[in-house]
Every structure is written in C-alpha cells, then in structure tokens.
C-alpha cells in the first residue's frame, strides 16, 4: 500500500473516531453516532458546517469500507493458528497469574466489590 493511501486511510479513520483497531460493528456505531450529529436537519451548528461535515463523514466511511471489503484474508492453516482469539489470551492470562492479588483475577473482582 502507497504511503499516499495509507495517509488517506489513517485520516479517514480520525474522521470516524476509530483507535488502532477496529470490529465492523465499530466502525458502523461510529459512523451512524457521527451522522446523527451532524446531520443538516438535527445539527444545531452552522448549517454549511453541518452539510461540510456529512460530507466528510461519508468520505471517511467510503475509504474505510473499501479497505475492509478489498482486505485480503488468509485462510491457511498456519495464520488461522497464529489468529488467537480473546478467550485464548483470557485463559493464558489466568493459567499464567491465575488469582494474583495484583495481576490475577482476584484483583479485577476486588476493584469491581470496591
């Protein structure tokens, strides 16, 4: 990828609010939040700016959808192997600390009491 489009990409995701990684469904609720917002007909702001901003919003989206929808997956065996899930790092987590006052889940259902 060009550094041209990936400048594009990175700015298309400031635009959308989304942080380092992001679920599909992330991407949507931020999508859809933003263009409630502003939106000409419920923006309470200058009325060019709010048009301004739909555009840019929608831009945004555009860019960040076709890159998801062209992103090329691997289905090999090897990077499925690599690809961990949460529940994967949880368990490695509690077989590594287990109930560690500080590290483990001990502590987490404490701060939760507490």
Same mark, same amino acid.
């Given at each position: 990828?060009?550094?041209?489009?990936?400048?594009?990409?990175?700015?298309?995701?400031?635009? #959308?609010?989304?942080?380092?990684?992001?679920?599909?469904?992330?991407?949507?609720?931020?999508?859809?939040? #933003?263009?409630i917002?502003w939106?000409?007909?419920?923006? &309470?702001?200058?009325?060019?700016?709010?048009?301004e901003?739909?555009?840019?919003?929608?831009?945004?989206?555009?860019?960040?959808?076709?890159?998801?929808?062209?992103?090329?997956?691997?289905? &090999?065996?090897?990077? #499925?192997?690599?690809?961990?899930?949460?529940?994967?790092? /949880?368990?490695?987590?509690? /077989?590594?600390?287990?109930?560690?006052?500080?590290?483990? /889940?001990?502590?987490?259902?404490?701060?939760?009491?507490?």
């Amino acid at each position: 990828m060009g550094n041209r489009r990936y400048e594009e990409i990175e700015k298309a995701a400031k635009v #959308l609010g989304l942080h380092d990684t992001a679920t599909m469904n992330e991407i949507k609720e931020n999508y859809r939040k #933003l263009m409630i917002r502003w939106h000409p007909d419920i923006c &309470r702001e200058n009325q060019k700016k709010c048009e301004e901003m739909v555009r840019e919003i929608a831009h945004a989206y555009r860019i960040i959808i076709d890159y998801c929808n062209n992103y090329e997956y691997s289905f &090999r065996r090897e990077d #499925l192997k690599r690809a961990r899930s949460y529940k994967e790092y /949880e368990e490695w987590w509690h /077989e590594r600390f287990g109930d560690d006052p500080i590290w483990g /889940e001990g502590n987490r259902r404490k701060n939760a009491e507490g």
